[in-house]
């Protein structure tokens, strides 16, 4: 492809709107706030926040800068900059990921649905939270109500992807977002209002460092890679389209800091009234489904604002998802000179049938088991636990001992226009500090 023709993000709002569309999502609100219960609280958001300045930033500025210089997809970026190398197949094995992501991804953005209308019909109200948890029960083990709903999601996911970058991706995130952060803080005065909900601010911010262990560390890990959207060529899709006026480093810090601040928001949204409310921190993953509709049942106004956060939430979803696909498509498009509307649409169906299996095995296919996981935990633990973080490790190392050091400070000075005065920390965590850092932790836990 001709890097002329390449469509590009419109404005610089536009850049850091679209990746932080991308990253900010599900993982954040649904996904951060559990792994935190399943891992000990406050031990887990210090590691985490480690690994989002060690690891996070500087792959992330990686990724924007191979696809900005390579101006192509996951994969074709690797072959512009390393031609006749194997570098491509870590783009290849991002596709893969994608696909495994988005088939619990919209098995739960389904879900996010699903609450829309039960907010829309007033079913929040008056029911403790033993019911609420009943209530999540039922419908996620049904067969074929959450199947609908995750459907419904794909392909309204398919239909903005194909309305292409400009028009879908980077309209919708510019005002939701916001919209999303300031429902997020009014949510938390209330949590931490609420009687006891000292005690899910000690959960979330006092350190119970004896809770750490390998399990933790590497959970965290991959929360980072999962929060923001690293390790899978995705920011590499995106950086692809970044013009070359960008100032990578500063949209870096800005989408870190976002990612960063909505996950903790929301946690503060949620562990004062689980404590307050006598839920199991360590719940799993219906631990927001349960807790918030148990919140706004306590808001003056709880109707309109739990009706609201779900619409808010599955647009998150819907930005954050978008990019997954786009993944996806752009590798199609680009290494198989396919049409993006059939690309998109093969992507969909795929997409379906695993979203399929991984619904159904939190229901009827609840014994199917694999490496003592189910479908929808396998599916999240391959990508999050093992492809995100090798990606990672393999995108360090390109960038730190593959790339040529001056192309690499050209590129991110835009031809010594910026100051990149950071470019000597930033070698140093992707040519020794990152590698070393995954590898150790995946050493560990093969060994533990
Ligand atoms: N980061 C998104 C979230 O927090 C999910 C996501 C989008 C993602 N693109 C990704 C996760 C790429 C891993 C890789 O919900």
Not at 196 to 211: A, H, K, V, W
Not at 323 to 332: K, M, P, Q, R
Request: charged share 10%.
């Amino acid at each position: 492809m001709n890097n002329n023709d390449r469509v590009n993000f419109g404005s610089r709002l536009g850049v850091v709107a679209a990746a932080a569309g991308s990253a900010v999502g599900l993982g954040n609100i649904w996904r951060f706030p559990y792994e935190l219960g399943q891992n000990g609280g406050a031990a887990f958001l210090l590691i985490y926040l480690g690994f989002v300045l060690l690891l996070g930033m500087p792959i992330m500025l990686s990724e924007f800068l191979i696809g900005r210089m390579g101006q192509a997809n996951s994969a074709g970026s690797f072959k512009q900059i390393a031609p006749n190398s194997k570098w491509s197949l870590i783009g290849v094995m991002g596709v893969i990921a994608s696909f495994l992501i988005l088939g619990f991804y919209a098995v739960v953005s389904g879900w996010t649905l699903e609450y829309v209308v039960q907010a829309i019909g007033d079913q929040f109200r008056n029911r403790d939270t033993a019911t609420l948890a009943q209530v999540f029960t039922n419908f996620s083990s049904n067969s074929y109500r959450p199947l609908l709903w995750m459907f419904l999601f794909a392909v309204g996911t398919y239909f903005i992807v194909l309305a292409g970058i400009k028009d879908g991706i980077e309209k919708s995130s510019k005002f939701l977002m916001p919209m999303l952060l300031i429902l997020i803080i009014a949510l938390g005065a209330r949590s931490i209002t609420l009687p006891n909900g000292y005690e899910g601010l000690q959960f979330l911010f006092r350190p119970d460092f004896s809770r750490i262990n390998s399990e933790v560390v590497l959970g965290a890990m991959g929360q980072a890679f999962f929060s923001m959207s690293l390790g899978m060529g995705c920011m590499i899709t995106y950086g692809s389209y970044i013009n070359k006026k960008n100032q990578l480093s500063h949209t870096v810090i800005e989408v870190s800091i976002i990612d960063t601040i909505i996950a903790i928001l929301a946690s503060i949204a949620i562990f004062p009234a689980v404590f307050s409310l006598g839920i199991n921190p360590a719940q799993g993953p219906e631990l927001v489904f349960i807790t918030l509709p148990s919140v706004f049942a306590n808001i003056p106004g709880g109707y309109i604002w739990s009706i609201v956060f779900f619409v808010l939430l599955a647009v998150a979803a819907l930005t954050s998802a978008i990019s997954l696909l786009e993944v996806i498509v752009a590798y199609f498009v680009e290494e198989f000179k396919i049409k993006r509307q059939k690309a998109a649409l093969i992507a969909t169906i795929i997409i379906i049938v695993l979203g399929t299996l991984a619904s159904l095995s939190l229901g009827p296919l609840k014994d199917v088991q694999v490496f003592g996981h189910g479908l929808f935990s396998l599916f999240d633990t391959i990508s999050s636990r093992i492809l995100m973080p090798l990606g990672g490790l393999a995108i360090a190392i390109f960038t730190g001992w593959i790339i040529d050091t001056d192309k690499i400070k050209a590129e991110l000075s835009n031809n010594g226009k910026f100051n990149i005065k950071y470019v000597p920390v930033f070698l140093f965590l992707t040519r020794y500090l990152a590698p070393i850092l995954i590898s150790i932790i995946f050493i560990h836990q093969l060994l533990s």
